[in-house]
């Protein structure tokens, strides 16, 4: 008999989910053997996909629109947070207060990252899920391991490390640094005129229509090196990683995951709008957490990579960064102007740079000495690890 009725019910859903999987699983089998078929099925496939394109693209053009008008109206933002907020637990600065033993701060390295907006099950991206499991191990992993918060990130967003080969070039992305622009970025890389004649564009290259959709993906860095028959100490890839400031991250995070667009009812840890309800649950949520993987393999391979400390402000160029990166592993200046070109026609549908709500969440966080040590206690060690300023709490 089972030990726990959470148990039973990881038991009971991994059972339901295999079932499906062998259902979509058992007839393409049979058609593999015909390599005509397969091939045939493929291309179908793919013109199906190349018709979602468009469509998708004027979905994205409408919601950016939608989202400037919603960040810029924040009535409904400031009356959530009118609530007197509480003062600090402890007098301590940054570093005497995570230099405790016990230390109330989280460790470094962890991943805590989590799809925040959405943490069900969804069946239309689990109908998608045959392109995304390569083996019964990968569905048993998702289902059983992420149970009972089976996350969207189990079928479609699980691949951090993306990879442009002939260019022996790699990246970690991680969420609100860059990483819808990372993995549409070396997606084109991987092969420039595949991209473009399949209609794609840098900067809406949506991770659920994504166009290398597990072709260069890798979920560790240790399969990345498995695939391409490297070893850890080759200095001939250089493996990207975009950092940064915790702070801006945060409050990036924050207004677009829970005003922006919310989408499940109780989003956001149930706290919705609510930045204090929210810092609260997260910090116990991630301290449940501690145990979990490390995030991009950093506490393996730290040394192997090269970071990029990324920020939202207008002065900033990613371009000044990435391509003396690009150059030196000879990626054509061909490729570097169509790069430029399209960084520069404006940003993705999801930012929030420059809104009255990312303003708002700032100045309430920075003015608020509590919010800010709970915010120091979740990423000490990210300023730390990667040479940002302590704030003065």
Request: charged content about 20%; aromatic content about 14%.
């Amino acid at each position: 008999m089972l030990p726990s009725r959470r148990l039973q019910l990881r038991f009971i859903l991994f059972a339901t989910v295999f079932a499906i999987f062998c259902l979509f699983y058992s007839k393409e089998f049979r058609l593999s053997v015909s390599s005509s078929t397969f091939l045939k099925n493929s291309s179908k496939t793919t013109t199906e996909k190349l018709k979602k394109v468009p469509k998708f693209y004027k979905v994205l053009n409408w919601e950016k629109k939608e989202s400037e008008k919603k960040l810029n109206n924040i009535e409904d933002l400031r009356r959530v947070n009118l609530n007197t907020l509480p003062n600090r637990t402890s007098n301590l600065s940054a570093v005497h207060l995570c230099s405790q033993n016990p230390s109330p701060c989280l460790p470094g390295l962890r991943d805590f990252e989590g799809e925040i907006r959405v943490r069900l099950l969804n069946f239309t991206y689990l109908t998608n899920a045959r392109f995304h499991f390569k083996s019964v191990y990968d569905l048993f992993f998702c289902v059983f391991v992420h149970l009972p918060r089976v996350s969207f990130n189990c079928f479609i967003g699980q691949h951090r490390f993306q990879t442009a080969s002939r260019y022996r070039l790699s990246t970690c992305v991680v969420q609100k640094s860059m990483s819808t622009v990372m993995t549409s970025l070396f997606c084109y890389l991987r092969d420039e005129k595949k991209f473009i004649g399949n209609n794609r564009e840098i900067l809406k290259d949506w991770k659920i229509i994504r166009f290398c959709m597990f072709k260069n993906e890798f979920r560790n860095l240790g399969g990345l090196f498995k695939k391409f028959n490297i070893l850890p100490s080759a200095n001939n890839w250089t493996h990207i990683m975009m950092v940064r400031n915790p702070i801006e991250r945060f409050i990036s995070g924050f207004v677009d995951k829970c005003y922006r667009k919310p989408v499940v009812s109780n989003y956001c840890n149930g706290c919705k709008k609510n930045l204090t309800c929210f810092m609260e649950s997260e910090l116990a949520r991630m301290r449940e957490q501690v145990k979990k993987g490390k995030r991009c393999n950093l506490h393996q391979y730290f040394s192997n990579f090269t970071f990029i400390p990324y920020s939202s402000a207008h002065n900033f160029s990613i371009t000044s960064h990435l391509f003396p990166i690009f150059r030196n592993h000879s990626v054509p200046e061909s490729s570097l102007q169509y790069i430029q070109s399209s960084l520069s026609s404006g940003r993705t549908a999801h930012s929030t740079v420059d809104s009255k709500a990312t303003s708002f969440i700032e100045k309430r966080l920075k003015s608020s000495p509590y919010l800010m040590e709970l915010l120091v206690k979740m990423f000490y060690h990210d300023f730390k690890l990667f040479n940002f300023t302590l704030p003065v709490i």
